[in-house]
């Protein structure tokens, strides 16, 4: 789409791994947007985004950013807990708000944060369910509304990072709040089975462990979560959050159809190269779930973008990134009180 | 292995679709054993059995047969309900038995069983737990027990049935008590997290649905239904047993752990044939468990003559066929009333 | 099928690994026939058939055997070079043969052996392309029966040894005739392409290497092989032949229909089990055809019993032996020489 | 990499199937470049390129293009035949030059292209061979670099379309000359044969066959061909081309090492869908080579980009691309005169 119209002028709050990925991203490969400015606590971060990315100006404050530029829309990718206040800021400001997921920790915080969104209509909004822009999702998702597979029966979603990523979650979580398991790991499951069944949880029973990672009770984390949850028309779903896989990155959905199945990422495959060795015959796995979403988080941007050029807002709605908060929230409190918790959404 | 001594004369109860396959086996596979006599209801069967396997006498009553027959061993491949009575019967006439899964459906009826077969000693009393005969499982369980995959965190059972099945079940199932879906459909699963995790569930979460299978409500039955389990060292599991599977047979079983995973069963492969066609690259599926386990049958019944011919008390005991069935009616219990049971095996 | 009739009475000549395998198949598995003779040159192997197997008499000599022992049928699992004249001997003497592949390596000795075995046309001879009674391929041949994926345009047989058995190869071919690579691996692939087309080859282009192991050129063997087949109605074919595969033993064979494909044991799966590990998503593979093809033998050998009881030739004739076996030759010679190779069967 | 330097300004030739992939890429996804010119004969291409892309001019002859704007690069998508006068006459006039495989079809046009480009070394030539850049290729040649799976012994490369393409194909083909079966679809394979074994081609036997598509005979076109090449340092390896797959579009290659194999494409995924239905379990294909390849066609032509600004030359050089086409030439004539054909490079 060519038009006469002048790029979008873009800011960006956070520039970690994936804030460095969306950097990238505004700068190389979206149409109809400028990353003009920067904000992070890290001095080499903003250096590379200035020198590698043509990032113009750079802060270490995101107010002055916002105060000081003049920009039509802003990514926050800073650690969850900063979400909703940067968020209520920069709606208050006028600016386009994209939002990484999940959306606070903090369901006081995220309340407010839902009511100064609803209270700018006209301004968008939009959170980070990548995944719904993921080609295999899509095609997955086509198959269950053509009713190919028939009526969904029961879906499971797994989110188990590799066990190469267990130092860098140690390090992060005991300085920051991750939120638990569920939140942490299966955030986009629940968005996704809420996506494909159109209905909501009513009930969760959650199980945590440490098996896999003793050292994790320090820092009160767990690393294995699995709940069970009844969905409001009778669905059955799994969720498993982990983060202790030796072979790669499992982000695996299966949808269970009256009239046949879908399993999306049963494994994790690296690339197209089968390797015959002496273990047998070897599939190597992504490690990242950057490298298996970078397509989706392009193209979530690129439709973020589109949605504020056309002024249309987002198909997912701050409602579905609360009722996912919710949820997780709820299976991780099933596992620390160990009885049944019914759900209100 | 040859001996000087005369095989074992065994007789059978049952003649039904897996009463035939012992049969068969029994008559043309295993080593050291004849079949003489069988006792079947449905004199078409009884001919089968005289003609094709050419067993000597024919019986419609099982205790005629046990009073008359001169025989060491009895295969009980009848419906479930008369497990109990029949070992019962047949333990006190002095044979060995050999009795198809589950023991019974009734738990006074099963703990009377249990106490007249452990007031026999030094008579073999084995029960169906076949899949611990198959080479996938057998190979899954030395990868577990050498520590390959460190600790085990989680487990995953899956027994759904094809579509295809749907009928014949119905009409089983309006005549007879198929113990409930988890019964029916999760009892090995059970018996193999038992089997791998060397531990006990002491809470389970069921739920049961008929999405798939609306008619099953009539005749008392669910078509899916989904169980989460605590065991008593912390792992978790989940069983999933279903009547709905449009692709075939789906038997397969997770074991997450520490330092990797196995799965056995992730598709039902029917052969080693893989067919390019129009809808992609397909892998036909098996649609039964007879095919599936063929072997497995084979093998236990093998092991049962064995230990009847060396007097060797097999693994699998009593005890345990009675802990999967409190377990498997314990998921179904919690669905039925829609609440958390404890386990008390 | 039960019958008044008295077992068959059979001997065997050889016990090696092929040998062993047959014996143990006809002591316990076959149906009608029993096993009451065997002949080899080492005592072990003698001893453990009389005390493993229940083999009644052992001798050193093929001929003192079929001379004393009052025998229906032989089995000829000799080294390849004395399949003629056994398979004469016992022709002679009035015997039912079933003698594996190939038929023998000289052209003279196998044409003698032809003549002699169609001079005595009630008398079952059967040889050994066990791949015909495997339920994959049967399967394949099935679907393109059918018509499923239209005409043949292309096939390709893999007969690739894992390299785990290079120390016993060359031991064994020290010591005797190979047969060359081509006779020695694809032999199988060759009937099965006949099978398959209903076409004969009518010219070859092979080649030969010793990359993978230079020490063969010692012996004069080839490790690998490669040749591409132009068949009578214009189907192509490539076979492989090789003893080097580091992941297991690959049998495969693809058949490209104008409409479709198969492929039959794309990978070599040893079971069910799919590993999960720090190298990917891993299946384990066979290591040996004796594993692979374990239920294809015990079946050949069972039809072979059921021909001699009612008098049928088997559908696989010596004819087909000597052609396959002409083809394989004329692909090393095309390879010796350095030309094409127009084959004349 | 940000640099102050203006983008470079570059021109196309073509915007049918591919070329208007390449505009698209150019305009949308391309760092440091600005397509200002496009030429092509078809009136809706040309606005479609100033509508969709912002191409500022657009012109129905190549040679006005090439007098007319100032411009740094050109990409030459025509058909296969006016590659090398496109090529000389933008060489002739000072440009960079990146210009689709085959290079041409006429080899004394190839040589003088060639010579034309050698003799300006400061301007960059590259060629379309992009499955260099695509990732499990070039993961599967670091495998193979690395000597994990020991020294190449042989290796196979399929070329086939989908079926679904047959008409487009036929049309094409009716009309221009495709090169034949071996140009047309194995082009690849030969440049990555050569780019992992190192070693080129002695002696090539070719088999081609019109049993899936007879029609294609009246337009001197073959639907399959087969080719056994023999390299210099004795590595083997087959072709394959087609253009009947059923499936969807099969790449495949197979590089099999003394010490472990490797397969890239073993199917054409589409995705990481797997779907369970009644034909079993199902990997859905891709149809088209564009899906395939669209980041490996992105990545060569930032590539080519990335060498014009900074003055290298590409590793793949027009003596690659001869060499390619020479190859593929033999094997063609060796199939048309029915004998080996020694290739002289």
């Known amino acids: 789409m060519v038009t ?49 990315l043509g990032v113009e100006t750079t802060y ?21 807990p900063f979400h909703p206040e940067m968020t209520i800021y920069a709606m208050n400001a006028g600016l386009n708000v994209f939002c990484e997921k999940p959306l606070g920790l903090d369901f006081n915080e995220v309340d407010e944060m839902a009511k100064v969104i609803k209270s700018h209509p006209n301004q968008i909004f939009q959170s980070g369910f990548m995944r719904r822009y993921d080609d295999s999702y899509r095609y997955a998702k086509k198959i269950v509304d053509n009713g190919d597979i028939g009526k969904i029966i029961y879906m499971r979603g797994y989110g188990i990072d590799p066990i190469s990523g267990m130092e860098s979650f140690t ?17 986009h499951d629940i968005d996704l089975i809420r996506w494909f069944t159109g209905q909501d949880p009513v009930q969760a029973y959650g199980l945590t462990s440490n098996i896999a990672a003793p050292q994790l009770a320090d820092i009160g984390e767990f690393e294995t979560g699995v709940a069970q949850l009844k969905m409001s028309d009778g669905v059955i779903a799994t969720l498993i959050g982990g983060r202790h896989a030796a072979h ?21 495959d690296l690339n197209r190269v089968t390797v015959f060795n002496d273990q047998g015959v070897v599939r190597p796995s992504l490690q990242s779930f950057g490298e298996r979403f970078d397509t989706a988080f392009t193209d979530e941007v690129q439709d973020f973008v589109n949605n504020v050029i056309v ?14 908060l919710k949820i997780a929230k709820a299976c991780q409190q099933s596992a620390n009180i160990g009885k049944l918790v019914d759900i209100q959404l």
Chains 1, 2, 3, 4 share one sequence.
């Not at 390090?171 to 955030?187: H, L, Q, Y």
């Not at 269970?256 to 399993?263: A, C, E, L």
């Not at 807002?313 to 990134?321: A, K, L």
Request: with cysteine.
């Open 171 to 187: 390090k992060f979580a005991t300085e920051a709040d991750s939120g638990g398991i569920f939140v942490d790991m299966n955030i």
């Open 4 to 52: 006469t119209r002048k790029p979008l002028r873009a800011a960006i709050i956070g520039l970690g791994r994936l804030g460095a990925r969306h950097a990238r991203h505004l700068a190389n490969k979206i149409q109809g947007v400028k990353l003009v400015a920067a904000c992070a606590l890290d001095s080499n971060q903003l250096e590379w985004a200035k020198n590698e």
């Open 60 to 80: 270490t404050n995101y107010k002055d950013m916002i105060d000081t530029e003049n920009i039509d829309a802003i990514f926050i990718v800073a650690p969850t």
């Open 248 to 268: 790669g990155n499992q982000v695996e959905l299966e949808v269970m159809g009256s009239n046949g199945w879908v399993r999306i990422g049963e494994h994790p």
């Open 311 to 324: 002024g249309k807002q987002p198909e997912v709605t701050v409602d579905d990134g609360i009722k996912a």
